[in-house]
């Protein structure tokens, strides 16, 4: 695991506004600390640039591993998972009642393999939904 030095670090917090950029839970909602993530995991040759990196919440990066593409639950077809720093979130997922719903392939393998539908999630972003604490595009 490559080392991240802290101005990047810091840059990687601050652009994504201290969200998960997967799912778009704020860091002051979430128990534990989000982490930076790869986008195209090292074990795939992804670098430790900003273009790579992103601010992950803990369940979206535990589930996201090193993974960066899986078969559309819809098409079987191979899909990459969400980019953040090529995608807009608005293209490939729009919220719903604390439910996350895919628009696009990329939305669709990226709520499977992140399990973004996970029934405790979704009850987390419905509460903090009616508190107008979460409000995604």
Request: aromatic residues 8%.
């Given at each position: 695991m490559a080392y991240i030095p802290e101005t990047l670090r810091h840059f990687v917090i601050e652009r994504a506004t201290h969200q998960c950029e997967y799912c778009l839970i704020h860091q002051q909602d979430s128990l534990y600390t989000h982490e930076i993530d790869h986008i195209i995991p090292e074990k795939?040759?992804?670098?430790?640039?900003?273009?790579?990196l992103c601010l992950?919440?803990?369940?979206?990066?535990?589930?996201?591993?090193?993974?960066?593409?899986?078969?559309?639950?819809?098409?079987?077809?191979?899909?990459?998972l969400y980019h953040p720093r090529s995608d807009h979130w608005a293209d490939h997922f729009?919220?719903?009642?604390?439910?996350?719903?895919?628009?696009?392939d990329r939305g669709r393998v990226t709520v499977f393999i992140l399990h973004l539908n996970d029934l405790q999630r979704v009850r987390?972003?419905?509460?903090?939904?009616?508190?107008g604490r979460y409000s995604p595009p």
């Open positions: 795939h040759r992804g670098q430790t640039t900003a273009e790579n992950s919440c803990l369940d979206c990066n535990r589930h996201k591993g090193s993974d960066f593409a899986s078969f559309d639950p819809e098409t079987d077809e191979i899909a990459t729009r919220y719903d009642n604390g439910f996350i719903i895919p628009l696009s987390i972003r419905r509460h903090l939904s009616r508190a």
